[in-house]
């Protein structure tokens, strides 16, 4: 059979919580290997070896991308970092049931309620160049000069700065000060002993092999946001090799490398071919003999070339799963295997404050949505089988959403998931394989006719005309009108009356930006293991929460309307939650409520998480799984098969998961 491996995938589940925190304090230093805090960590199983497979030596993967630069510490894109995080190694990795595990950092901890955080550096980690030879040790100094890099305006244009001026004490006085030198100044300064940076920023570096940063507030969940490239590690001395007006603009060839491979060979938007670092630290690590990353056109392009042998993984699209499983006699019938769960849960986010194309208010839409009635008939009554099918067409049901925070993100202390606790506040049934747990077309009857009632009193005309703005492509066009007559055929055309309307290139300027879509169906991708990460983004008066601010527009409103007053009490629950730093699981349970309370007033509707389907020779559940960082994407200890992984085989390895 011709080789079908994984291509890198951004399937990424979640960081478990609070690493190193104690239920009471003084809260203890962890030690290696966990890292964690077990008892707040999902429970594992050992997934079933596959008999007799025949391991890659030398890997092959399409990809539609490539990278935009190799300076990681540079660069914003998901699609780089994946790639740059085989050459460049930070403190520490996810395992595959995203346990924090050490890279350079081998043991890490607080001891003081979480306000400080120590990372205690292996001895054995070396920086290389592009032939593997030793540059120099990987040492604490690096990770201030890496900070330091970040943080200086002039050298790096803000890029990767937020988590550290959220969190770190001092990064935003010294990224502020930076900015207030001309170019010339800036560029001189260094991460040195007494140095500006030192003075000025909660960073210390009592020896070379510890790091101890300074948290503006008792953060529990710090751990899971040092994993990110923002706190990645930069040698002075490829600096001052290179020269620091340089830096961002390093090549594969003069750059230093610590992580688990080097790229000797790089063609631009060609072919990039990996080597094993020879000095990587990890020496039990199982790494390929040589990864070539292609770089194709489209996935069509990827697909024709996995059949013709010439590249090692395809993700497929709708139409070829459709083509592939309806068939029994396809030559990768059984080899169609679902891919793990993408890492965000799409919302359907409703705009309060619309605006028509000629920039006069929708005030049909914009009453009717402000009405809690007309919100919980919709929240109710929407069945949104049909539309998972253009997801997963083979098992909808995994698709399925009831939540604002992503699934497996963290866990309670006896192993019990976070959303679950939720799903408890929320009163809803437990998952199903049939039925989307919110679903009640009892309930949705009932609120329709008080909308009705309510909303006619107040001079709306049914049906509400609902515009939503879709791209362009087939794909858009197609699963957007699944949509559309899912939520007419539920809610009823006469209640509702939903309008495709299409956008140009720029969705964001051309309708976000002028508040003109009655909803949009996206999600927020986290940027560390705790609920505020996501559930931040709605609350109320605040500049920072990105739905609140670019898709609702509630702040918009009146603040005595009743749909602010919804928001400013979940902002009320939020902040409760968030103000508890010293109890694990009362922390969890007090967002919990609040996330329930978001729901109860139906300010979005949950709608679903990616899951769909490709063919590998690779066991996707060896992959690490992350949030941040892009660490699944890391091709390390990746057990693997030239004759492919089976649906039934991959199955069973979930099932044990």
Not at 608 to 636: F, H, P, R, V, W
Request: glycine share 6%; proline share 4%; aromatic share 12%.
């Amino acid at each position: 059979m011709k080789k079908f491996i994984a291509l890198v995938l951004a399937m990424v589940m979640a960081l478990s919580l609070f690493a190193g925190c104690a239920k009471e304090e003084p809260t203890a230093t962890t030690a290696a290997p966990a890292g964690n805090d077990t008892t707040t960590a999902a429970p594992t199983t050992a997934a079933p070896e596959k008999e007799d497979a025949e391991p890659i030596k030398d890997l092959i993967l399409a990809k539609t991308y490539g990278l935009e630069t190799f300076a990681i510490w540079n660069t914003e894109s998901a699609n780089s970092r994946g790639i740059l995080i085989n050459c460049f190694e930070g403190l520490l990795d996810n395992d595959n049931k995203s346990q924090s595990i050490p890279a350079i950092a081998k043991s890490w901890g607080s001891e003081d309620g979480n306000v400080t955080w120590k990372f205690d550096l292996r001895d054995d980690a070396k920086w290389v160049d592009v032939n593997g030879a030793e540059k120099a040790p990987v040492v604490a100094a690096d990770f201030a000069t890496g900070m330091e890099y970040m943080l200086n305006f002039h050298k790096n244009g803000g890029h990767n700065t937020p988590k550290l001026i959220e969190f770190v004490k001092g990064c935003k006085e010294y990224y502020e000060y930076t900015q207030s030198l001309d170019a010339a100044e800036a560029m001189k300064l260094t991460a040195g002993e007494g140095s500006k940076f030192m003075e000025m920023v909660g960073i210390e570096i009592p020896d070379e092999h510890t790091v101890i940063y300074t948290c503006l507030k008792p953060t529990p969940y710090f751990d899971s946001i040092a994993q990110t490239s923002s706190f990645y590690p930069i040698a002075q001395g490829m600096i001052d090799e290179i020269g620091v007006e340089n830096l961002n603009s390093i090549t594969n060839k003069n750059m230093w490398y610590n992580s688990c491979y080097i790229m000797p060979e790089y063609v631009s938007g060609n072919e990039m071919v990996l080597e094993p670092n020879p000095l990587y630290w990890d020496k039990e690590a199982t790494l390929f003999d040589s990864v070539t990353i292609k770089q194709v056109e489209s996935s069509d392009v990827a697909y024709m070339l996995f059949e013709n042998g010439e590249n090692d993984y395809v993700a497929l699209n709708y139409t070829q799963v459709m083509e592939i499983n309806s068939d029994p006699n396809h030559k990768f019938h059984d080899y169609l295997i679902e891919a793990l769960p993408g890492m965000r849960a799409n919302q359907m986010h409703f705009n309060y404050d619309k605006v028509l194309a000629d920039g006069t208010p929708d005030t049909n839409w914009n009453k009717a949505i402000n009405n809690l009635n007309f919100r919980k008939a919709m929240y109710y009554g929407i069945d949104f089988l049909e539309y998972y099918k253009r997801f997963n067409p083979i098992n909808p049901m995994n698709c399925e959403n009831n939540f604002y925070t992503r699934a497996d993100l963290v866990y309670m202390s006896d192993g019990t998931q976070y959303v679950e606790v939720v799903r408890d506040e929320m009163g809803i049934d437990e998952k199903s394989d049939t039925k989307i747990a919110q679903l009640n077309p009892t309930k949705a009857e009932e609120h329709k006719k008080l909308a009705i009632e309510e909303l006619t009193a107040q001079g709306v005309t049914f049906p509400v005309v609902i515009e939503y703005y879709i791209g362009s492509s087939q794909d858009a066009v197609d699963n957007a009108k699944v949509l559309e007559q899912s939520m007419e055929e539920c809610l009823g055309s006469d209640f509702i009356d939903v309008k495709l309307m299409e956008y140009g290139a720029l969705s964001g300027t051309e309708v976000r930006d002028n508040g003109m879509s009655a909803f949009a169906i996206n999600s927020y991708a986290g940027a560390f293991a705790d609920p505020s990460t996501y559930l931040t983004q709605e609350i109320y008066g605040d500049a920072n929460a990105f739905y609140t601010t670019r898709y609702s527009r509630i702040n918009n409103l009146p603040t005595d309307s009743e749909t602010s007053l919804a928001l400013q009490e979940y902002t009320r629950l939020f902040n409760e939650a968030n103000a508890i730093t010293d109890d694990h699981d009362a922390r969890l349970k007090a967002f919990a409520k609040a996330e329930a309370y978001f729901f109860d007033q139906v300010i979005t509707v949950p709608v679903y998480i990616t899951n769909s389907y490709c063919l590998s020779n690779i066991n996707l559940d060896s992959q690490m799984y992350s949030m941040l960082g892009g660490s699944a994407e890391k091709m390390k200890n990746w057990e693997t098969d030239l004759n492919g992984y089976t649906r039934e085989e991959m199955e069973a390895i979930y099932a044990a998961k």
